[in-house]
């Protein structure tokens, strides 16, 4: 792993915050990733979550197909093999996955726009272990936005309200085994940037993500077992005037060796409320950041779904 991934402890947040802050905003900076070591989310709702993901991937294609949601965008359950494509891309990228999202009280003003996630009947413990995991995943996240925060010389608790009931999700990714050599031109998932603020990935049991550095050198991610990367994305970088970058990033085709081995990973995507208003903070564009319209999250969000295929276009 490059030097530049240099892992930060988080046991440093609990003794110097500004430290902490420091490390995260340098690395981000540079790269646009950040690798967290000694992290609080729970081993065994991890497990659990990994366990109940496989069984569901192990389903037959029709049982899946149950909780496909294409008029919906597909923001909750289950994308068939084959579907999404990153933005300028013609090929799709070789994968499934499942979209679990936030859980509204009835009288939630977001309800006309964020779905239920279904209830999966054939594994009957996928939905407490995943939704266990969304709420640890949710939690890390916005304590690590408040470090976010002091970097840009904000409030620690200055996200906390745009980001509680943000459309958030938890992405349950599936890499079947590549049995034959994959059609030219495609991979995993290509060179892409994330849409929400930051993105929590725990690292995934098979390589293949790569970092594309402002150098133009794709860098490897490989982070020490049990430690989670996190990055910007891209309501990040346009609240920042692109002083914290979205970096575009892919998840490359195993080598020959590994290609019959699966790769399941589980990315957070942490997202604002969707009324929130997405404009450039005053101290990033009088440090050179890029002035941008304002734009609500949900706005944005769905521009950027239809330029993935996940919504078809009007």
């Avoid at 009835?106 to 407490?128: I, L, N, Q």
């Avoid at 690590?144 to 906390?160: C, K, Q, R, S, V």
């Amino acid at each position: 792993m490059s030097d530049l991934f240099e892992p930060i402890s988080y046991t440093l947040w609990k003794s110097d915050k500004a430290a902490f802050a420091d490390a995260i905003g340098r690395s981000f900076r540079e790269t646009g990733f950040a690798v967290i070591t000694d992290h609080p989310v729970d081993d065994e709702v991890i497990a659990h979550a990994n366990k109940a993901a496989k069984d569901f991937f192990a389903l037959p294609e029709e049982a899946k197909e149950k909780y496909h949601d294409a008029e919906g965008g597909r923001q909750r359950g289950y994308t068939p093999f084959g579907t999404e494509n990153a933005k300028g891309q013609k090929a799709a990228d070789l994968k499934e996955f499942w979209h679990t999202g936030r859980k509204l009280p009835e009288g939630s003003r977001y309800r006309a726009t964020m779905k239920d996630t279904p209830v999966v009947d054939e594994v009957p413990e996928f939905d407490e272990a995943t939704y266990a995991f969304y709420q640890e995943m949710d939690e890390f996240g916005r304590d690590l936005l408040g470090a976010i925060a002091l970097h840009l010389g904000l409030p620690e608790d200055w996200f906390e309200d745009k980001v509680e009931t943000g459309n958030s999700i938890l992405r349950l990714l599936h890499y079947p085994p590549q049995k034959n050599p994959p059609p030219k031109g495609t991979v995993r998932a290509a060179a892409h940037e994330d849409i929400n603020v930051i993105t929590l990935l725990l690292g995934a049991e098979e390589a293949g993500l790569e970092v594309l550095h402002r150098s133009g050198e794709w860098l490897s991610v490989n982070p020490p077992a049990g430690s989670l990367v996190i990055n910007c994305g891209d309501m990040l970088q346009r609240l920042t005037g692109g002083v914290l970058p979205s970096t575009t990033h892919r998840v490359v085709n195993p080598e020959p060796e590994r290609a019959k081995f699966p790769r399941y990973s589980t990315p957070f995507f942490l997202h604002f409320n969707q009324d929130f208003l997405i404009e450039q903070l005053p101290q990033c564009l009088e440090e050179g950041g890029e002035p941008q319209p304002p734009i609500t999250a949900q706005d944005y969000l769905m521009e950027r779904l239809r330029e993935i295929g996940l919504v078809k276009a009007q």
